[in-house]
């Protein structure tokens, strides 16, 4: 796995795209198409479009500004604590 500030594409948000574009073609082929399966089918390309062009990263667009903020607020208020079941 490459280093973060490398990464070109953020395949977190995939299936995000895809679930809008899916809901939108579905309303879509209702209203356009009077086509249900169609309508999704078409949904879930253009969703899975949408997701690729959200997950592309800029050229010089890196994550080290995150990792400064979370480095600030580590350093400000502390590490936090692992979260596990209450005993």
Do not use: C, K
Not at 18 to 24: D, R, S, T
Not at 52 to 68: M, P, S, W, Y
Request: glycine share 16%; aromatic share 6%.
């Amino acid at each position: 796995m490459s280093h973060p500030s490398r990464r070109r594409f953020d395949a977190t948000w995939l299936p995000f795209g895809m679930m809008i574009g899916f809901v939108v073609g579905i309303g879509t082929g209702l209203a356009v198409i009077e086509n249900l399966l169609v309508g999704a089918v078409i949904g879930v390309l253009v969703g899975a479009a949408l997701g690729a062009v959200l997950g592309l990263r800029g050229g010089d667009r890196t994550v080290d500004d995150e990792d400064e903020l979370d480095e600030r607020y580590r350093r400000e208020h502390g590490d936090p604590r692992p979260r596990g079941p209450e005993q």
